[in-house]
């Protein structure tokens, strides 16, 4: 679930004559699904690959038509005007060669081109083809050329493509179509130029090739985080422990198993970040004597481990950032939550804590929500802030806060 900004926008979807229409129900469900109100043009052509029945039954409304341009039985109402001016958001998915061109040169002969040219909503082209047809000059100066308008063309995926051959021209999956209508619609970029890292997931200590040490950490408080920061126009880069998670799209990602492979990945990538935000949840020690082969069951009743402490990422990064650089460091506590946070802060050269109170109903790992209360270092002579709410809106809330400190801001 998207914060609460994301919620209850209206869509308007073209939807074009490319195989990928088959698709469209699926992505339409996911706008349902976060309470988006939905509007569909659908081309001649694209009727032929997905049913407008079956897009009218799921969005409860009538799907409007080419031939609705030139239609009488509209009465006043002009279609192409009324649906633009309702809309927060133009969405073309699958967008063909043919719709690309249209939007390049102002093509109004068809509802949708009518449509396009007179919505003043942001505007995001999602086009989907075979591959050769996408690397074509001509297609590839018009996606230059409605980029140039100012509305925002999403490169296609790579893979194998319905027609037979393999190569970019796919279109993304409907989780990344949501992705980067959220970023379109996020009108605020209070994170513009800004370079976040931010940290997410579990660690795992291997004991030997099939075992290991771990944690429940989901990563969901991490990846929501790095989400929001990049709608808010971060450059956004997400070092994640194993999760199953879907990477959100727009982020640089990096995946590290161990607390020794992140701790590395950290130290450089930290080097020219603006804002740290370290959620993984790092294993504190690890096997000292890592076995390579398998630990067979044997005779022995108890056998130990014994366990070396991994490097302490953010004390390392908190020793060595610039003044202007900022840390926040997540601490998971069961008690003494204040004066924890606080010990944090100092021991750590943190700028802020998000202290997590385990005991919470609803909070912590796993959980789709969250119960935070957020420390400051005291030179920003801040009072600490107290947030609940999805792991949506508290990622929100959190970055709120950290832009108040953020220098430039
Ligand atoms: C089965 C089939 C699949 C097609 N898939 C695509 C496609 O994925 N992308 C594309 O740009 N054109 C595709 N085309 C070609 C377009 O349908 C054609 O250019 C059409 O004129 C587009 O009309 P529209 O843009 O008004 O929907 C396909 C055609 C057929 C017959």
Request: proline fraction near 6%; charge should be neutral; aromatic fraction near 6%.
């Amino acid at each position: 679930m998207p914060p609460q900004w994301a919620r209850n926008k209206k869509i308007l979807l073209g939807v074009s004559g490319g195989i990928a229409a088959y698709k469209t129900p699926e992505l339409v469900r996911a706008w349902l699904r976060q309470g988006c109100e939905v509007e569909i043009i659908l081309t001649d052509m694209g009727a032929s690959l997905v049913s407008p029945l079956a897009l009218a039954t799921l969005i409860k409304r009538r799907v409007w038509r080419d031939k609705d341009l030139k239609s009488d039985e509209m009465g006043w109402t002009i279609p192409h005007i009324s649906l633009s001016a309702w809309a927060d958001a133009f969405v073309a998915a699958p967008c063909t060669a043919n719709v690309l061109r249209m939007a390049a040169v102002g093509d109004s002969s068809t509802l949708l081109g009518a449509a396009m040219l007179a919505c003043e909503a942001p505007q995001i082209f999602f086009p989907a083809m075979n591959a050769h047809m996408w690397a074509h000059p001509a297609t590839k100066t018009n996606a230059a050329t409605v980029a140039a308008h100012g509305h925002r063309v999403i490169d296609p995926d790579s893979g194998p493509l319905a027609c037979g051959c393999e190569g970019k021209g796919r279109l993304p999956s409907a989780e990344a179509i949501l992705d980067e209508t959220w970023y379109s619609l996020r009108a605020d970029k209070d994170y513009a130029g800004a370079k976040v890292l931010v940290t997410a997931g579990p660690t795992r200590e291997y004991i030997d090739p099939v075992r290991y040490i771990s944690n429940p950490s989901s990563g969901k408080m991490g990846y929501a985080i790095a989400s929001e920061a990049r709608y808010r126009g971060a450059d956004v880069t997400l070092v994640s422990g194993p999760v199953n998670l879907r990477v959100p799209s727009g982020v640089r990602f990096i995946a590290a198993e161990t607390a020794c492979e992140m701790h590395d990945i950290c130290m450089s990538a930290a080097a020219d970040a603006d804002v740290i935000i370290k959620t993984a949840a790092v294993g504190d020690y690890r096997a000292q004597q890592f076995s390579p082969q398998k630990i067979k069951r044997g005779d022995a009743a108890r056998i130990s481990i014994e366990l070396e402490q991994n490097p302490d990422i953010a004390l390392e990064i908190g020793r060595g950032k610039r003044p202007s650089q900022i840390l926040a460091g997540f601490a998971a506590e069961t008690q003494n939550i204040r004066e924890n946070a606080m010990s944090k802060i100092e021991r750590k050269n943190l700028d802020l804590v998000v202290a997590n109170d385990l005991t919470a109903p609803d909070a912590g790992f796993a959980s789709d929500s969250n119960s935070v209360e957020i420390f400051f270092a005291q030179k920003y002579g801040m009072t600490p802030r107290t947030f609940s709410g999805s792991k949506w809106e508290v990622a929100s809330k959190i970055l709120d806060s950290i832009a108040v400190i953020l220098p430039g801001q």
